[in-house]
C-alpha cells in the first residue's frame, strides 16, 4: 500500500483519477490486484473503488450506505443536477466557438486566448457566454469577457473537469470527469425516459 | 515483324511524349481546372485546346457542359497529390488476371515457335502486368493508411467523416474479395516448367500479395475502430445537444432522488472527501534533529532592531547584583508593612511607617512598590485589605491626580 500512498490520497481527497490527471496512478488502477488492495485498504474508511462504464476514470464511493452517506449523496446529486445545464451549455459553447465538429473528450486542449478571441467579435457567442458566466454555477459578477471567461475555466478546474498543466499558462486539458458527466446525463435519461436522442436516424445510418 | 515494332514504337515515342509535354506546357490552368472541376478555355489559344483535346487530356462530357480534364487526368493527378477526396481506388483484379493469362499463353507460343525477340517481348508486358497488379493494391493501401492517418480530416463535418469511413471500408472488402480471386494453384500451373514465370507470378507476386493482404486486414481493423470512434462522439454530440435542449424546455425538471434508492448506481456514489492531516510528533527521538531542523528554518519575524534608547532604562533588566538585591530587600520591607498593618488592625500610613521605620527607601519608590504588592496578592486576599489612596489635584488648572500617601487597613470582617 506504501507505495500507492499519494495515489490514495488524492482518492480519498475526492479527486477523480483518468489518464490526463495522473498517468501513472490511472495505470496502477487499472491493475485488478491493485484494486482489491485498495479496496482493502479502504474498508474500515467505509469507501470502495468504482469507475464508470468505459473504465476511463476511477473515484471513491461509499462502501455501505449509512445515513450520513445518503444524505450527502442526496445534496451531491442536487448539486450534479443543477450544474448539468451549465456544463452541457459550456461544453456546446466550446465546440461552436472552436468550430469543433465533435464534443469535447477527455485529453482534449482548450487555449483560452483563442477562445476568448473567438467570442469577442461574435455577439451571440458573446450573448451566451455572458449568461452562462452569469449563471449561479459559475456566479460571475465581472461584465468583463476575460474576467468570465477565466472564471468559467477555474471554476471548472476547481471542480475537475479541466485540467491546467501550468498555473502561468492559460491552456486547458479536459480530463476523464467529463466522461463521468456524460455517462451520469445517459444514466437519468435512460432512467427516467427522457426523449432525448442520442444515435442519428435509422435511415441516416442505411 | 520487329521493325513494324520499332516503328509503331518510335510514333507512340513521339505522340506520347508530344502529349505529355502538353500536360507540363498548360500545367497552372490544368492544374486550376483540376480544382474548378472545369477549364477555363480563355486561358488557353484554339490551337493548344484543339491540341489537348486530341490528347484525350481534356474533353466536353456534354454539349452544354465546359471543357473538363478527363477523369484518367483527375485520377492521376489526385494519385499524385494525395488528394484523398478525389482519389480512386481501382479493385478490378479479374481483368488484370484474364491479361496475365492471355500473356503468359502468348510467351508460351511464341517460345514454342522459337520466335525469342516476341518471346522477351511478352515477358516484358507480363512482368510490368504483374507489377500493376501488386502496384495497384499499394496504391489502395497507400489512400486507406493516408486517410485513416488523418482521420478523414480532408473532410470537415462528423457526419462526412463516418460516411468517408464507410465508403473506405467497402473499398477495402473489395480489394480483399479481389485479393480472393488469386488462386495461387492456377498461377503455379501457369508458371510450370519455366523458371523466369515461376520467379514472377509465384515467389514475387505471393510474398508481395500476402503482405498486401496483412495490410488490408491492419486497415480493416483501424477503419472499424475509428468508425467506433467516430459513432461515439457523434452519439456523445447529440446527447449533450438534446439533453440541454431538454434541461432549457424544462427548467422545472428534477430527476428522482437516486440517493436514497436501496440501490445507488455507482456512477453517483461519489464519497465525501476525507482530507488526512498530520501533526508534529515528539515522541521518536530519532525525528527530533529533523523536527528541529524544520523549526529552524520556520520563517522568524524578523524584528526592526530601534537604537538604544536611554529614556527607556527603567524597563531594562536587572542584571546588576546589586540592584536585585536592593529590589528584594524593598520587597521585604513592603511585606513587614502589610505584617504590620495585620498586626496593627487599624488604617496605616505608608509613608508614616516609612518615618517611623526610618528606612532609607524614596517615598515615590515605596508607595509605587505598596500598590505593586498590593496588585499582585490573590484576589481573596487582596478583599482583606482596603487601600486608601490620598489624592490631590496637580495644580488648579490640571485635575490630574496625585498619590500624596497610601494608607492600608483590614478589611472589616
Known sequence: ?206 | MAAFDSKTGSNLFSIGSERLALLGKHHKALMQGYLDGFVDETAFSDIALKKLINARILWRPDEQQPLALRPLVSELIASMVADENRRQINADVAEKLEQIRNRVQAYRDSQFKGDYSVAELQLQRLTEHVHDLSGQFEEAIDSLWHRLNSDFGFVSSLDDKIRENERAQKQLRRLLDGLDLLDFTELIELAEGNSHLRKLLVSQLQSQLSSHHSSLLEVQKRLIELLAKFRQQQSRSMLIANMAAFLRQHPKYHPADYANRSEVPNLLNQAVAIVPQAAIALDRSSERQLLAELVLSLPRSVNSSLPDQHSASFAAPFVDDAVAARQQALQLDVENFYLRVIDHGSSLSALDYLAQQQLAWDGEIWLYQIIAEYQALPVDEKQMFVMLRDEAPASAMNSLLLIQDISISLQAA
Not at chain 1, 72 to 93: G, K, N, R, V, Y
Not at chain 1, 141 to 148: E, I, M, P, V, W
Open chain 1, 1 to 206: 500500500m506504501l507505495q500507492h500512498g499519494a495515489l490514495l490520497e488524492r482518492l480519498l481527497a475526492g479527486s477523480f483519477i483518468c489518464q490526463i490527471t495522473d498517468e501513472d496512478g490511472f495505470r496502477h488502477l487499472s491493475n485488478e490486484q491493485t484494486q482489491q488492495d485498495i479496496n482493502h485498504y479502504l474498508r474500515p474508511l467505509n469507501r470502495r473503488l468504482v469507475c464508470n462504464d468505459d473504465n476511463s476514470v476511477y473515484f471513491l464511493a461509499y462502501h455501505e450506505l449509512n445515513k450520513t452517506a445518503r444524505e450527502h449523496l442526496s445534496s451531491q446529486f442536487t448539486l450534479t443536477a443543477q450544474s448539468l445545464l451549465p456544463l452541457l451549455e459550456w461544453l456546446q459553447l466550446v465546440q461552436e466557438t472552436l468550430g469543433r465538429d465533435s464534443a469535447l473528450t477527455a485529453g482534449d486542449t482548450i487555449k483560452l486566448q483563442e477562445f476568448v478571441l473567438r467570442t469577442e467579435d461574435n455577439q451571440s457567442l458573446r450573448q451566451r457566454l455572458n449568461q452562462l458566466a452569469a449563471d449561479r454555477f459559475f456566479n460571475s459578477q465581472s461584465d468583463a469577457l476575460d474576467n468570465q471567461v477565466k472564471l468559467i475555466f477555474r471554476r471548472l478546474k476547481e471542480h475537475g473537469y479541466l485540467l491546467q498543466p501550468h498555473t502561468d499558462r492559460q491552456y486547458y486539458i479536459v480530463t476523464g470527469k467529463i466522461d463521468h458527466l456524460i455517462d451520469v446525463i445517459r444514466f437519468i435519461r435512460d432512467e427516467e425516459h427522457l426523449p432525448v436522442e442520442d444515435t442519428p436516424m435509422q435511415d441516416e445510418l442505411i
